[in-house]
């Protein structure tokens, strides 16, 4: 790891700023009119998995198409793939709410993708005893349960939430609820919308080939990304463009009442708003050193943390009881604190690495 990058306060940071940015990207999509969700999703998918981060790819990475020439073709598989499963796990995430309601389904999906998104690719690397070693392992492994903690306190809010509705629209809430259907749908929505923290951390090879073409150490991941999303855009795509023939709604880009310039705007605001979140995954990440790797706990533990803070801000909990907030900020507490966490881990790891080996150092003092 090239030392003059690694700054593991400013890796969280960017952590944080990517998760903030994850939770305020629907925003723009506000904006859309006369519009079917397939259609303006389209082109939402365009922008964020497509246009936004190959143009910053060719930006940063000139020669990002020969990295990928180079690159072996079973890890550029394995980038698009995992990609692809992220992208049915967007597509389940609807069905999960369906089964199981906001606060849980959010409570066990974001859980299930947040762990499985920074332990199993440890566990794939045959590394995951790294994370049981005293200093940065264990203290990063903390901060990953202390962010899963903070999604479940968040869940529990949104369960107690949803228990305090009017009973005609409680009713309405839980009318299809399932919880032996949504549990396996949750599990399902959540190992596979971790599928995309797999894939960017899978991409070493394609990452080493891009440092040796010149590619600077922060932005070496990005071959890595566009290979990552183009999985998702393919799963994206064919499905909007399955429910414009299925709704027939294809005429939505030609309809007189639909503002196609603002509409397509938005769809791209929101776009590049979303794929920043990823960006600064793999620009945070090498400034991390070797705990690189929590940034995935970090960026989802950032990204329901603004969410919880920007539904204050829009008046979404207003009339809710005071025990409800209170498991809110609870949760929100919480999930900044293991953004800490995470941070004083690469701090530490940091330190380890600039530290002689213990052999090293008691043969100086022999000497």
Not at 16 to 30: D, E, I, R
Not at 159 to 173: Q, R, T, V
Not at 323 to 342: D, E, F, I, N, W
Request: glycine fraction near 14%; proline fraction near 3%; charge should be positive.
């Amino acid at each position: 790891m090239n030392e003059s990058i690694v700054n593991p306060g400013l890796g969280t940071l960017i952590f944080v700023l990517g998760g903030l940015a994850g939770a305020v990207f629907y925003l723009p999509l506000k904006r859309e009119k006369n519009w079917a969700w397939e259609s303006y999703w389209l082109f939402y998918a365009i922008f964020a998995l497509v246009v936004a981060p190959w143009a910053l790819a060719f930006a940063k990475c000139s020669n990002v198409l020969e990295v990928l020439k180079q690159a072996p073709s079973k890890e550029v598989w394995y980038c698009y793939v995992c990609g692809a499963a992220w992208g049915f796990g967007g597509l389940t995430w609807g069905l999960m709410i369906r089964y199981l309601g906001v606060g849980l389904g959010l409570a066990i999906g974001c859980g299930i993708c947040s762990a499985a998104g920074t332990l199993i690719p440890k566990v794939i690397t045959g590394k995951f005893g790294e994370l049981l070693q005293p200093g940065a392992g264990i203290v990063s492994l903390t901060g990953v349960l202390v962010s899963i903690v903070g999604i479940v306190l968040v869940g529990l809010a949104g369960m107690s939430k949803e228990g305090e509705l009017p009973e005609e629209a409680k009713k309405k809430a839980v009318e299809e609820y399932d919880f032996k259907k949504g549990i396996l749908v949750a599990i399902f929505s959540g190992f596979a919308s971790a599928g995309l923290g797999f894939g960017l951390q899978g991409g070493k090879a394609i990452e080493a080939l891009a440092l040796q073409g010149g590619t600077a150490v922060a932005w070496k991941g990005m071959p890595v990304l566009v290979v990552c999303l183009l999985g998702g855009f393919t799963v994206n795509a064919l499905w909007c463009l399955f429910l414009n023939v299925k709704n027939k709604t294809l005429g939505d880009y030609a309809k007189k009442d639909a503002p196609l310039v603002s509409n397509v705007f938005w769809a791209m605001c929101a776009g590049v708003l979303w794929v920043c979140q990823f960006v600064a995954f793999k620009t945070g990440e090498p400034r991390m050193g070797d705990q690189g790797y929590v940034g995935w706990a970090v960026l989802m533990a950032s990204s329901i943390m603004f969410s919880g803070v920007l539904g204050l801000l829009l008046g979404e909990w207003k009339g809710t009881s005071a025990k409800t907030r209170g498991l809110l900020m609870a949760g929100l507490v919480v999930l900044l604190g293991s953004a800490v966490v995470a941070g004083y881990s690469g701090k530490l790891g940091q330190q380890s690495a600039k530290a002689p080996p213990a052999a090293a150092a008691e043969k100086a003092a022999a000497q």
